[in-house]
């Protein structure tokens, strides 16, 4: 989605009579894109993605037999085995798609989803889904209603979800986009070359700091998203980046080290004050226990986790194992 937003203010600034296709429910069609929405204008032009272009047609022939003054229109699509094959998806599957007119999505979410903020949008269909309503709602908002605290539950796993709600008012279609995790990387070396280019492949953010002053000061200027990936072996760069890190509410923070390091910056950290609450929120050693060796291996373990950690899953870590570290 985010992806569309200069699309959006563009064909928006033109006039034109455009629609933003996403989906409502879905079934099958294997591992996708949580965040796959299409841009249709009356034209018949397509941007974005949305099932590997199988229903760009049928969306476009949907968006051109919009009734005036409908505000919105949910269209049942499926793929069968054969199209999924071709269209090199997973497997097939069934979907309800919304169509929405360009003019009734907010402006203030395409900027903010062009500036990289963490926001969501809440979308209400009326009865028969004539009409809809879309409100933004920003990471940190209070929630007002039931929508609004899903928003807020979507934006909290900083991961691109959705969610339909149902009541006694209809549908209503949640959809977060959080700022991308932004990794602070503690240290120089192979492994933060290796753990940055993985997180590139997630799509996420990454810079790597050399002493513990960058690495505060990159947490505090990326609070939201930020997430502690410590190398550093140092006493005078470790233990101040992790303290920092917890102080802010850091949802990630994790440091590299055997169990003696992983000991020794715990002692650091109690004579700095961090009480056993805070310390039980390191993860170190840290990643999950996939046997890693290699740098590239290591860095696989160790944004495993952090996908887990952000999604609230709870993946076995080398934390929670015992014994020697291989």
Known sequence: MRELAGTARRWTAEGRVAFLARPVTEQGFGPRDPAGALLVDARGECV?????????AELVAEAGAMG?????????????????VDAKLTCGGQAE????????????????????????????????????????VRAGDEPADDAGRRAGELLGTRRPGRDALYGGSGLV??????????????????LAEV????????GW??????????AEKALAAHR???????????PDFDVPALRTALALGIPYVGALGSRRTTARRREGLVAAGVDEAALARVHGPIGLDLGARTPAETALAICAEILGVLGGRDARGLRDSEGPLR
């Open 205 to 214: 953010e990454a810079v790597v700091v050399e002493t513990a002053a960058e």
């Open 48 to 56: 974005g993605a949305l099932y590997r272009g199988v229903f760009d």
């Open 68 to 84: 005036a003054g409908r505000t919105a229109r949910v269209c049942e699509v499926s793929v069968g085995a054969g199209e999924a």
């Open 195 to 202: 753990i940055g280019a993985q997180s590139a492949l997630l």
């Open 97 to 136: 798609v919304l169509l929405q007119p360009l003019s009734t999505v907010p402006a203030e979410w395409w900027e903010l989803l062009g500036s990289g903020a963490g926001v969501a949008l809440v979308t209400r269909l009326t009865e028969g889904a004539d009409g809809a309503v879309s409100e933004v």
């Open 173 to 190: 279609l949640v959809e977060a986009y959080p700022s991308a995790p932004y990794l602070v990387i503690g240290g120089t070396g192979e």
């Open 224 to 234: 939201d998203a930020a997430c502690l990936v410590l190398l550093s072996h140092e």
